[in-house]
């Protein structure tokens, strides 16, 4: 069974978020419990388990994603590795690529210049007050907040770059947080540097204490730009160790277009199957 680990949001290996990415041979998913053990043995922020589906569903393809330890129902960089991998080993055709996921069909676009599009619903995004504990578990002034709805990502925007640049938080702080996890962000400081918005994505309760760029987490951070920018089509950079970019388009539907490149560093056999 063939098993990758790819770098997303990046053309550079050993930068963006990598993703384990397993091409399942069968028509059904595998037992949950192995899965689950695979995504911990990667122990990479997600892994994607990808399989074909029958003629006339509305997708060619099922997917999930696990941390190493939960299952979630949103991952950016992973659908990105996913397709970047269908591509190149001739799987997917040269148009959008469909997935069925936990939130729904999600869609995959090859662009000529060798980039991904992810077509994903935007995050519902609700004035929040700043939790009492917050502040203190970043060990920064926090601006203001906003809920995410079903994405359920707590987003706190900070002074600077230089501040979100230099957060060393209290992650156990952080695990306490009502939220699957904390995004912090703040405005370029030189948009001539080539972005419009700097973040950092911590979720230490879903295994991941800090992950190295968050597609799902940009659903949010490009509606929160957008409004204050006055533009639809932005770039964010996640100032992680890693680092990576990605471009982001609001659509009138309600969807944000996630683009980014992608680059395989990895590609083996996983000899312990279902």
């Known amino acids: 069974m063939l098993i990758s680990i790819i770098d997303a949001f990046t053309s550079r290996p050993f930068s963006g978020n990598p993703a384990?990415?397993?091409?399942?041979?069968?028509?059904?998913?595998?037992?949950?419990?192995w899965m689950r053990q695979v995504a911990r043995?990667?122990?990479?922020s997600e892994t994607a388990f990808v399989r074909p589906l029958?003629?006339?569903?509305?997708?060619?393809?099922?997917?999930?994603?696990?941390?190493?330890?939960?299952?979630?129902?949103?991952?950016?960089?992973?659908?990105?590795?996913?397709?970047?991998?269908?591509?190149?080993?001739?799987?997917?055709?040269?148009?959008?690529?469909?997935?069925?996921t936990l939130s729904g069909v999600l869609t995959a676009t090859p662009r000529p210049d060798g980039t991904i599009s992810l077509?994903?619903?935007?995050?519902?995004?609700?004035?929040?007050?700043?939790?009492?504990?917050?502040?203190?578990?970043?060990?920064?002034?926090?601006?203001q907040c906003r809920?995410?709805?079903?994405?359920?990502?707590?987003?706190?925007?900070?002074?600077?770059?230089?501040?979100?640049?230099?957060l060393s938080p209290d992650?156990?702080?952080?695990?306490?947080?009502?939220a699957r996890g904390v995004a912090v962000t703040a405005p370029a400081a030189d948009p001539a540097d080539g972005y419009d918005f700097v973040s950092r994505y911590f979720a230490p309760a879903a295994g991941v204490p800090e992950d190295p760029v968050t597609g799902s987490a940009h659903?949010?951070?490009?509606?929160?730009?957008?409004?204050?920018?006055g533009r639809e089509t932005l770039t964010g950079y996640q100032a992680s160790p890693r680092g990576g970019l990605v471009r982001c388009t609001l659509t009138d539907?309600?969807?944000?277009?996630?683009?980014?490149?992608?680059v395989t560093v990895v590609e083996g056999t996983l000899l312990s199957t279902p």
């Open 253 to 262: 539907a309600g969807r944000v277009l996630l683009s980014g490149r992608a």
């Open 171 to 178: 992650l156990a702080a952080i695990t306490r947080q009502d």
């Open 54 to 100: 029958p003629a006339g569903e509305p997708a060619e393809w099922a997917l999930r994603w696990f941390t190493p330890m939960t299952e979630i129902a949103l991952c950016g960089h992973a659908t990105l590795a996913t397709t970047h991998l269908l591509c190149g080993r001739g799987l997917a055709g040269t148009g959008p690529v469909r997935f069925s």
């Open 119 to 143: 077509d994903f619903p935007a995050a519902q995004l609700q004035p929040a007050e700043v939790p009492a504990d917050l502040a203190e578990a970043l060990g920064a002034r926090i601006v």
């Open 147 to 166: 809920r995410t709805g079903p994405l359920n990502i707590l987003l706190a925007e900070l002074r600077s770059e230089h501040t979100v640049r230099g």
């Open 219 to 229: 659903t949010a951070l490009a509606p929160f730009w957008a409004e204050r920018i």
């Open 20 to 33: 384990a990415v397993c091409l399942l041979e069968g028509e059904d998913w595998p037992d949950e419990q």
């Open 41 to 44: 043995e990667m122990n990479l």
